[in-house]
């Protein structure tokens, strides 16, 4: 069986995540789809008014809702709540690097340099554990290699 290359399709209840706009970093629903390059999106739950919205303008996130085509937005926030997206966001590793992300535009030059050096300590740490396990293993292998070798004189 062939392998599926997209997982994420466009399609009637997929939500959405909005990169450009007014609404940017808000979440949607693909309510219909207008054409080939835009769709009808709706975000009862997240303050985005119903409208029409390109597809280079937002990224398709993993979840997916049961609804009819052109659903109402009444029955549409019950269906969203229901599914906790709004849960399921926040807790994604997507939303983490958004967040990540926002920090680190917001540090100073003296936080970015006090990041640095934890980074360099840690390596350090890192790398003397790594070092040490690396010569214990080759310790115990030239050791089963002298047993080996006495065993076949």
Not at 28 to 53: E, H, T, Y
Not at 79 to 92: G, L, M, R, T
């Amino acid at each position: 069986m062939p392998k599926e290359t997209f997982r994420k399709l466009i399609q009637i209840g997929r939500v959405v995540y909005l990169n450009e706009g007014p609404y940017r970093g808000k979440l949607a629903v693909i309510v219909d789809i207008i054409d080939c390059n835009k769709a009808l999106i709706d975000g009862p739950c997240s303050g985005v008014p119903r409208q029409a919205f390109k597809f280079s303008e937002m990224f398709l996130t993993k979840y997916l809702l049961k609804i009819n085509r052109s659903q109402r937005s009444k029955i549409l926030r019950g269906v969203w709540d229901e599914a906790q997206i709004n849960e399921k966001f926040a807790a994604s590793k997507w939303n983490q690097n958004l967040e990540k992300e926002v920090v680190r535009s917001n540090m100073t030059d003296f936080d970015r340099y006090k990041l640095g050096r934890a980074r360099q300590s840690r390596n350090r740490l890192l790398n003397r554990v790594h070092n040490h396990i690396r010569k214990q293993h080759f310790k115990a292998l030239r050791v089963a290699k002298m047993k080996k070798d006495k065993k076949s004189k």
